[in-house]
Structure formats: structure tokens, C-alpha cells
């Protein structure tokens, strides 16, 4: 069946650096286009970052251009989100999602807090 399985989450102080990532199986990761969402409490969810089957394209959340970078190892079956510069206002719980078969497929989330 299809996972999504993120890591990297953490603690961090603003300005510091995290890197997300999300570990899939279950099916052709290298043929489907990956994205990361984030939740923040009291808020929608909402689209961070985008990348291509390939890695050949990439598409960002106005907010984290710039700051953070998404890319992905098809070898590995690996998506990452490389977050810098972080800021408090990015506190929130991360998902990769992806839609292998045309279902929706969510990770069960990795804890981000930008706190000093």
C-alpha cells in the first residue's frame, strides 16, 4: 500500500536551517509529481512547496521563496524540503502528499517550531 513517511522535524531558533524529508513506497515514485504541505494550529492547510516527477520543475508558496528548497531523489524514493532562514511564522505541522493511482495519499506530518 501507498506511505509517506516524513522526518526531520524539529526545535529550531529563527534564522536557523531544517531539512524535511519524506520517504514514499508503494508506488512508481519517480512517475508522480510530490508536494509538501504545511498546517499551522488554527489555520489551513496550505501548499509550501512543488516539484515535478523528474525535478525538472519546481513551484513555491509565496511566503517561502527563496528560503526553502524542494527536491527529490527518485533512486531513493525520497522527497526533501531544505528550509532556511526559518521564521516563527513558520511553525507548523509538515505533509508530503502525492496522488499515485488519482487518490489523495497524505504522511502522517513532522512537527516544525521556530522558536528562540
Known amino acids: 500500500q501507498v506511505q509517506l513517511v516524513e522526518s526531520g522535524g524539529g526545535l529550531v531558533q529563527p534564522g536557523g536551517s531544517l531539512r524535511l524529508s519524506c520517504a514514499a513506497s508503494g508506488f512508481t515514485f519517480s512517475s508522480y509529481a510530490m508536494k509538501w504541505y504545511r498546517q499551522a494550529p488554527g489555520k489551513e492547510r496550505e501548499l509550501v512547496a512543488g516539484i515535478t516527477s523528474t525535478g525538472g520543475g519546481t513551484d513555491y508558496a509565496d511566503s517561502v521563496k527563496g528560503r526553502f528548497t524542494i527536491s527529490r531523489d527518485n533512486a531513493k524514493n525520497t522527497v526533501y524540503l531544505q528550509m532556511n532562514d526559518l521564521k516563527p511564522e513558520d511553525t507548523a505541522v509538515y505533509y508530503c502528499?502525492?496522488?499515485?493511482?488519482?487518490?489523495?495519499?497524505w504522511g502522517q506530518g513532522t512537527q516544525v517550531t521556530v522558536s528562540s
Open positions: 502528499y502525492a496522488t499515485p493511482r488519482g487518490r489523495d495519499y
